[in-house]
């Protein structure tokens, strides 16, 4: 069996595979640490199962340790999370000291000897405290920090200005800060079941197999029955769209049993849809990689028409698979769709009806559009760029 | 490969915009005014510099954008003097308008710089003939970094194919050396660029 990044080398553009060789070499021996508080789950978790093997194969001798915390601790960084997004949260005495006394039992638990550690989101910020000497820690920040409630920044803020250097995913979610901010875009595994290559046969098995009939354009949406999402803005945008062109709808999403604004939003769209046999609602299970696939494969277009977005990578997952891609004029959308090359942005149902019926009107420009968005995934958004950005970071912080 | 640091200074007119661009490290300077050549074609911007792009797409200037557009990093032989540049051209343009215009779009300008990281492609040439085949297949950002990295931030102003291929310690070929300069003026693309040298080393071979 080929040696695990020699399985890249046909999807990423020429050189990335060398390049990665020569640059793993500058680091080789480094001792990395990641350190976040899930190990499955989410996107942080799903990139370092991909990422770490990569980087043991470069020579780096990487570990990832998960922090272990009572429920009063995630239900305050989750009052975080919103925070640091936006959203107005009653954070108490009780819940900031719990947040701290977790950092505190984790330090003395965990192993955090390392050259290099990576400390991922706000849960595990204070082990700050527990830094090795002459280690070099970094922030990695996943979340879109850009307007957050100023009483939890402050809070964390003193812990984030003694790392080493922060990272970010988009330049307006960089703070004030005393130390060097760096840029890095998430990434999306070609190899991985959600991205890897299917056959016909296994798409029409799987879609089929979701209820949905391949008769028909398909227009799709795959994400969190979230209100910033706007699934009903997509209804909407469908239903101008099937007054002209004889079309399908698949909105596709998990929600959480523990979220009722999941289920709320959920009532809104099945309302919003009503008994229209050409709507599709699926809510999968958050295992369902090969399902969300078959399906991005299966789409004509593909809509993200969100209102408030961090980066988005079912964007990138789209494009990866050569579909035009409609999305929210927000966040690392407009990083992803480039207008008229890769897909349309648009801040309307309107917009994103007006540009689904351009697309669907021309075959051949849903084509032309497809293949670029593929080209353009395949340079800016793959694992291995994420790997060359991180390996880079290391050679630049350790010299 | 091209690492890049946020740094944290937004603009949202074309006052506060001269401001930062006074007051940023030269490598920000150099960002904006080269990064253009790595970036994937789509999203190269209006012009082949950010400062430019931006005030045309986002301050609605478009005088400006194309005043500043018509710049040639290749003119300069180092960072400061393309700093000086831009700030004369924007400070002559501002002193002849009546309001500074400001950002339309809700999209400042971020200000970023970048570090180069390097790494060797264990790749060696002797002759012309092995030049012109490695450089036929190195990666792109090998071609920035002997190109523009290695006149503008590392001071060797002639570039470093230039300088091997005209230098008594490399292939001691001047009038060569000498064209493959003036190739850096004609504001090609990174791969325009290869193309060109490419074309003159097989010129060059088939004189021989």
Redesign the interface.
Same mark, same amino acid.
């Given at each position: 069996m080929k040696a695990l990044l020699e399985q890249y080398r046909e999807v990423t553009p020429p050189g990335t595979v060398d390049f990665l060789r020569q640059l793993g070499r500058r680091v080789e021996g480094k001792q990395m640490l990641h350190v976040n508080s899930t190990r499955y789950g989410g996107g942080v978790a799903e990139i370092l199962h991909r990422l770490l093997p990569l980087m043991e194969e470069l020579g780096v001798k990487t570990r990832w340790e998960v922090l272990t915390g009572t429920d009063l601790f995630y239900r305050t960084t989750k009052s975080f999370h919103n925070a640091l997004q936006g959203m107005p949260q009653q954070i108490t005495r009780d819940m900031y000291d719990s947040y701290l006394q977790v950092n505190r039992d984790n330090a003395k638990s965990l192993n955090l000897e390392a050259d290099v550690a990576m400390i991922h989101d706000p849960q595990p910020a204070p082990l700050i405290d527990a830094r090795p000497k002459d280690a070099k820690w970094i922030w990695r920040c996943h979340i879109d920090v850009a307007t957050p409630q100023r009483a939890v920044w402050q809070f964390l803020r003193p812990f984030v200005v003694r790392y080493d250097a922060a990272i970010c995913s988009l330049p307006k979610f960089a703070q004030r800060l005393p130390i060097p901010q760096f840029l890095v875009y998430p990434s999306i595994d070609p190899l991985s079941d959600k991205n890897r290559e299917l056959t016909p046969e296994e798409i029409l098995r799987t879609v089929e197999g979701l209820g949905v009939p391949l008769d028909k354009p398909i227009l799709l949406q795959v994400s969190r029955f979230d209100w910033f999402k706007d699934p009903v803005g997509v209804v909407e945008a469908y239903r101008m769209v099937k007054k002209s062109h004889d079309c399908r709808l698949v909105l596709a999403g998990g929600t959480a049993t523990d979220d009722p604004e999941g289920a709320e939003v959920l009532l809104a769209v099945q309302k919003a849809a009503g008994i229209d046999p050409d709507v599709h609602l699926l809510v999968l299970p958050p295992t369902a990689n090969l399902e969300i696939n078959a399906l991005q494969r299966a789409a004509t277009i593909v809509f993200q028409k969100s209102t408030r977005e961090g980066f988005g990578l079912t964007v990138a997952e789209a494009l990866w698979k050569g579909k035009p891609v409609i999305g929210g004029q927000t966040g690392g959308i407009m990083v992803q769709i480039i207008p008229g090359m890769t897909g349309y942005t648009v801040n309307s149902a309107e917009g994103a009806a007006f540009y689904a019926k351009r697309l669907l009107n021309n075959p051949n420009l849903i084509a032309t559009i497809g293949r670029q968005a593929k080209e353009y995934a395949r340079e800016r958004f793959l694992i291995t760029r994420h790997l060359q950005d991180y390996l880079g970071l290391m050679v630049h912080l350790c010299r | 490969?091209e *690492?890049? &640091? !946020? *740094?944290?200074k937004r603009a949202m007119d074309e006052a506060r915009l001269i401001e930062i661009i006074e007051e940023v490290p030269p490598d920000s300077i150099y960002y904006h005014t080269h990064s253009y050549y790595l970036r @994937?074609a789509? !999203?190269q911007g209006v012009f082949p510099n950010d400062f430019a792009t931006w005030v045309a797409l986002h301050a609605q200037d478009r005088v400006l954008g194309e005043r500043l557009g018509v710049l040639d990093p290749f003119d300069f032989d180092d960072i400061e003097s393309v700093r000086s540049e831009i700030l004369t051209i924007m400070g002559d343009h501002l002193n002849h308008i009546k309001t500074v215009p400001v950002c339309t779009t809700g999209e400042?300008f &971020?200000f970023?710089r970048s @570090?180069v !990281?390097e790494?060797? *492609?264990?790749l060696k040439v002797w002759t012309l003939r092995e030049f012109r085949d490695g450089l036929a297949r190195?990666?792109m950002?090998a071609v920035f970094n002997h190109v523009c990295e290695a006149r503008l931030r590392k001071g060797r102003a002639p570039g470093d194919f230039a300088s091997w291929i005209g230098g008594r310690e490399g292939l001691g070929r001047e009038t060569l050396a000498e064209d493959i300069v003036k190739v850096g003026r004609l504001g090609l693309s990174l791969e325009g660029m290869r193309g060109k040298i490419l074309q003159l080393c097989d010129q060059a071979l088939a004189a021989a």
């Open positions: - | 490969m *690492l890049r &640091e !946020i *740094l944290g @994937h789509y !999203i400042p &971020e970023v @570090h !990281i790494a060797d *492609l264990d190195v990666d950002g």
